[in-house]
């Protein structure tokens, strides 16, 4: 089954609020992606970290990686109608390469 | 231009009638996986690839099976279709050694009547 929990399923901001999306896992992950999906597609790469501790920004976006490295995050400021979809985070588990992912969480932007 | 295809879009059938999406990339990715994404349970692994003739399960393989004859192409195989695999697939491919980014095909929607 899934070991990696993502919260919240879903969220409803008014446009330029802040958003978070968090991710959790019961093991320790090597290294952690996020992925986007806008309504009617298919998932597209974000970002990866690596490191504990690691921070990193995309414009009004941005991703933290856990110190013991079994939590993430993607916060968003200021929301904007471009960034409705569903955000997903994925990490190998169990020691694997095998990235499982995360349900995601819909994020709904209200203009 | 890089890319993973998947062939059909879309496609309604009827129970018991095999079916095989296909799926290819051109970047030469030892990874290759499936994946259907169901409402509410976000993207949920069938089976994955780490290279020709290598295939393992994944979570939810009961229904399906695949083959990796070359590098570049992963069928789905559906050998005897119910309603319940009605879903979004999506096949997805990445290198093994890194980076470990993923790059999904644009999806089949399959219905199942």
């Known amino acids: 089954g899934q070991q990696v929990m993502q919260i919240p399923q879903y969220q409803h901001v008014q446009e330029g609020e802040d958003f978070t999306t968090y991710c959790n896992s019961s093991?320790?992950?090597?290294?952690i992606q996020w992925y986007k999906q806008r309504p009617g597609g298919h998932p597209v790469f974000l970002i990866q970290?690596?490191?504990?501790?690691e921070v990193k920004k995309q414009k009004r976006l941005t991703f933290q990686f856990g110190e013991a490295k079994k939590n993430s995050s993607l916060h968003i400021t200021a929301t904007q109608t471009t960034d409705v979809g569903t955000y997903f985070c994925?990490?190998?588990?169990?020691?694997?390469?095998?990235?499982?992912f995360g349900r995601g969480t819909s994020l709904i932007v209200h203009p | 231009e890089a890319q993973v295809t998947q062939n059909p879009r879309y496609l309604i059938t009827v129970t018991g009638k095999k079916l095989t999406v296909t799926c290819s990339q051109n970047m030469n990715h030892e990874y290759m996986s499936w994946y259907r994404q169901d409402p509410g349970l976000g993207l949920r692994q069938i089976y994955y690839?780490?290279?020709?003739?290598?295939?393992d399960k994944g979570d939810v393989p009961e229904g399906y099976k695949v083959s990796r004859k070359e590098k570049r192409n992963f069928p789905l195989i559906l050998e005897s279709p119910s309603p319940n695999q009605t879903s979004l697939y999506f096949c997805?491919?990445?290198?093994?050694?890194?980076?470990?980014?993923?790059?999904f095909g644009p999806g089949t929607r399959l219905t199942v009547t």
């Open positions: 093991t320790t992950l090597s290294n």
């Open positions: 994925a990490g190998p588990t169990g020691g694997s390469y095998i990235p499982t």
């Open positions: 690839s780490m290279n020709v003739e290598v295939t």
């Open positions: 997805a491919s990445s290198f093994l050694a890194g980076p470990y980014e993923q790059y």
């Open positions: 970290l690596v490191k504990s501790g």
